[in-house]
């Protein structure tokens, strides 16, 4: 199963339910709150309605002149009945009980109030349209409020859980990269060791001293191999996880301890290696990062060029500034690099062509990918050119610190 579609889809799946479940509970909430809305204006309606009738009905002394939108049937002492318009129900509506009813009069919905006054009976009536309109259109925003709230909702939810689930992805395909990778490159220098252990064995057995002590200082060699890909496939590792410090480094001095670390190992291939600064700038080639990562991607790259340098060949480390970027070069003059392979020169595994004898080990593709990934984690960048003459020139670019 591959991690695309296992742990990865995991995750997405988690992601997708948690969405769901929070976008569910939003919805539910918003509901909710539009219910209570909705319950709140029709009391408030209903206080109104009961207010307006309750003052009509105790103030009207004729029915010749209500208020908009209401009507009164009004009945004194002697048992005369005036109504405010023809075609009331008048006796149906004085034969009411007091309070408050509805009624259906002319094909419209009225409230109607029945109250009993010393001067006689009152009815007063008030059209519930106007009423029914506005909870109509009341319910039409809420049902566009509360559609546009679920579907924001859902928009920000399914945002958020992405970004919550980000970290978790990020860190899963971490671990599985760091895993794949530390497979890949032990495989091969293990089994180189077990093959020497066994040889190691046999010539100890037969009493081969010379032999012995040979395989010995292979083996010797081979686990400081097996230590270096170790150290890149964790320097990789920290890079990838975004945790790199932000200290002030000053690349000339890194890029001079590099060349004074390799110096001899440099010597004894045949090749000279020299550090040389732009002097105009050689109080501008500080930059924001990781003195460690950033002297282990120099590093790198001085060792790249051994790789490919002959004896007697030379390697120049170049430092200085270009706009607003510091720059470090390293130069040499060996067997070049293939056109083909500079489209994926720094992609992890890849093996460029040309490697001389003096580099004195195997190459396990893991080296300029590590510097790619220091320089992307600087904010910066590597690329690599033809150098004039032959050979190669790789140049790494990160922004320049501010001024102190």
Request: aromatic share 2%; charged share 20%; no cysteine.
């Amino acid at each position: 199963m591959t991690w695309e579609s296992g742990d990865l889809a995991v995750v997405r799946r988690a992601g997708r339910i948690a969405a769901v479940q929070a976008s569910s509970a939003l919805a539910a909430v918003l509901l909710v709150v539009g219910a209570v809305v909705f319950i709140v204006d029709v009391r408030v309606q209903n206080q109104q309605i009961a207010n307006q009738l309750t003052t009509v009905a105790a103030t009207a002394d004729d029915a010749t002149d209500p208020p908009p939108g209401m009507q009164l049937v009004l009945r004194d002492r002697s048992g005369r009945v005036q109504v405010s318009a023809a075609g009331l129900p008048s006796a149906d509506l004085l034969a009411r009980p007091a309070g408050f009813s509805d009624a259906h009069v002319d094909g419209r919905e009225h409230r109607v109030l029945v109250a009993d006054r010393p001067q006689g009976r009152v009815v007063a009536l008030v059209a519930l349209d106007s009423y029914e309109e506005g909870r109509r259109r009341l319910l039409l925003a809420l049902g566009a409020a509360e559609l546009a709230g679920i579907l924001a909702s859902v928009a920000v939810v399914v945002l958020l859980t992405r970004r919550s689930i980000r970290p978790l992805t990020q860190a899963l395909a971490l671990q599985r990269r760091f895993v794949a990778d530390a497979s890949h490159e032990l495989r091969a220098p293990l089994t180189v060791l077990h093959t020497r252990i066994q040889l190691l064995a046999r010539r100890f057995e037969a009493g081969d001293a010379e032999r012995t002590k040979q395989q010995i200082e292979a083996l010797a060699a081979d686990t400081r191999v097996l230590g270096e890909v170790i150290e890149d496939l964790l320097a990789s590792a920290s890079m990838a996880s975004d945790a790199i410090p932000r200290v002030r480094v000053d690349l000339s001095t890194v890029a001079g301890q590099v060349v004074d670390g390799m110096t001899e190992h440099a010597e004894s291939a045949g090749v000279r290696l020299t550090l040389a600064h732009d002097v105009g700038a050689a109080s501008g080639v500080s930059v924001l990062g990781s003195a460690a990562a950033l002297r282990r991607a120099i590093t790198a790259l001085v060792d790249n060029a051994l790789a490919h340098e002959h004896s007697g060949g030379a390697i120049d480390v170049y430092v200085g500034r270009r706009a607003a970027d510091v720059v470090v070069e390293v130069r040499d003059d060996g067997v070049g690099v293939d056109p083909a392979a500079m489209a994926t020169l720094f992609d992890r595994f890849a093996h460029g062509h040309g490697h001389t004898s003096t580099a004195g080990r195997e190459r396990y593709g893991i080296g300029l990918a590590l510097v790619r990934e220091i320089a992307v984690a600087h904010r910066g960048g590597v690329d690599v050119s033809e150098t004039p003459g032959g050979g190669a020139t790789f140049r790494l670019t990160l922004p320049a610190a501010a001024p102190q």
